[in-house]
């Protein structure tokens, strides 16, 4: 745990791999890149290119406004000059439509301005009258994404001339909100992109609500001091709570990889988030996600350095009072992995005391007319009426302090 001003992270999640090839796709969806075969070879006989250890850096929680600091190894085995460029995705560019519905699909070209960017998300959503988020028949739009070619030159997109670049996976988008995104959108079209929202079932509104919001990679302002093949990372945190995430270009001749940077800042007994430009909001929960089967929803953690066991009261407020968001305090504890050995017979090897969450506070969520504790039914669980413990679109619920980092999550 990293709680001074600039003190080294001893031990971040550290993971080595073989040598990986950067494909530009955002950061934490590709990982460090795809598996390279022949630079791995290169590199295990010392022949030629840059070894990075660790691929992947996902830390500790760290203190807020503090800086955090990581080291990590290049060994270049190429005769090529190695150039760092810390990265992060920034938000530079937003556009909204309102649609109208008509109970069946629809289609629109997406803005051209719009798709020169590094990263493209495209959300859609719709308002409802009924204080519930219950799909009813499987309502909603899902969304996909075409590379339209203008085959015949008319300026019409026609079925035959497009081409699937984002599909939603099967049962997955069911809910009001469906999300889309695509990395360096005008290299990948043609004379345009189309988006389709299809339609599930009957609609309960008269307009589609769509988002375009366009990402670019820029420079992330951070410390790095190199000495030979030894570099340390000095990244200054802001004073709000939230997950953070960015990358590490390392590029030599025509080769390049990318380090993920993920970490989370905690504040002493308080949250405080703040709105960002970047991929990832931590004041923003993309609701209504519950849906039939109930499996999907939106998550956000905040952590929370607490000392001493105390119950604390937290309170939590949203803008959309058609919106239900369900909040959760956990706590560390400490779990004997050795005790699931069922046999008389010692066990094959010896299992230590893990750190694991225990659930000190939670909402409750209505199913039918009983209202039922969260996890009753297992982890994630969907509702079927709007509930809160004010009846308003504030929530409060009480739970206990224990030491330790405690995630508070909202879902």
């Given at each position: 745990m990293h709680t001074g001003n600039s003190r080294p992270l001893k031990r971040p999640g550290i993971f080595s791999c073989p040598q990986l090839t950067d494909i530009d796709e955002e950061i934490f969806a590709q990982g460090s890149g795809i598996a390279n075969a022949k630079r791995a070879v290169e590199i295990a006989s010392g022949k030629d290119g840059v070894l990075v250890e660790p691929a992947l850096l996902v830390t500790s929680p760290v203190e807020a406004g503090s800086d955090l600091v990581f080291d990590f190894n290049i060994t270049n085995y190429s005769s090529e000059k190695i150039d760092l460029r810390p990265q992060t995705l920034i938000r530079d560019k937003r556009s909204e439509l309102t649609l109208k519905s008509s109970n069946k699909d629809i289609r629109f070209k997406l803005p051209k301005d719009m798709l020169d960017c590094d990263l493209l998300k495209i959300s859609s959503y719709y308002q409802r009258e009924a204080r519930s988020t219950k799909l009813e028949r499987?309502?909603?739009?899902?969304?996909?994404?075409?590379?339209?070619?203008?085959?015949?030159?008319?300026?019409?997109?026609?079925?035959?001339?497009?081409?699937?670049?984002?599909?939603?996976?099967?049962?997955?988008?069911?809910?009001?909100?469906?999300?889309?995104?695509?990395?360096?959108?005008?290299?990948?079209?043609n004379d345009g992109a189309v988006a389709i929202l299809r339609i599930r079932d009957k609609i309960e509104s008269d307009e589609i609500n769509v988002i375009l919001e366009g990402f670019n990679w820029k420079t992330w302002e951070i410390g790095m001091n190199l000495n030979?093949?030894?570099?340390?990372?000095?990244?200054?945190?802001?004073?709000?709570?939230?997950?953070?995430q960015g990358r590490i270009v390392v590029e030599y001749g025509k080769e390049r990889q990318c380090i993920p940077v993920s970490f989370s800042t905690y504040r002493?007994?308080?949250?405080?988030?703040?709105?960002?430009?970047?991929?990832?909001?931590?004041?923003?929960?993309?609701?209504?996600?519950?849906?039939?089967?109930?499996?999907?929803?939106?998550?956000?953690?905040?952590?929370?350095?607490?000392?001493?066991?105390?119950?604390?009261?937290?309170?939590?407020?949203?803008?959309?009072q058609d919106t239900d968001i369900d909040v959760y305090l956990y706590g560390q504890n400490t779990f004997n992995a050795s005790e699931i050995w069922p046999f008389p017979a010692m066990a094959p090897i010896d299992v230590p005391e893990r750190k694991v969450l225990k659930e000190n506070g939670r909402s409750t969520q209505v199913s039918g007319i009983n209202v039922l504790p969260y996890g009753d039914r297992g982890v994630g669980g969907s509702y079927n009426k709007f509930y809160t413990s004010t009846g308003k679109n504030r929530e409060i619920i009480t739970g206990e302090l224990t030491d330790g980092l405690e995630p508070d999550s909202l879902a």
């Open positions: 499987y309502e909603g739009y899902d969304l996909y994404l075409y590379n339209w070619r203008d085959v015949n030159g008319d300026g019409e997109a026609q079925d035959a001339e497009l081409e699937a670049i984002v599909s939603p996976p099967r049962d997955m988008g069911l809910g009001f909100t469906s999300e889309a995104r695509i990395h360096n959108p005008y290299d990948r079209t030979g093949k030894h570099s340390r990372i000095s990244i200054p945190t802001t004073n709000t709570t939230g997950v953070y002493h007994d308080e949250i405080r988030i703040n709105n960002t430009n970047e991929i990832y909001e931590n004041a923003k929960i993309y609701g209504r996600f519950e849906a039939e089967p109930s499996k999907f929803w939106d998550t956000r953690f905040y952590p929370i350095y607490h000392e001493g066991r105390d119950l604390a009261s937290i309170e939590v407020t949203w803008e959309d």
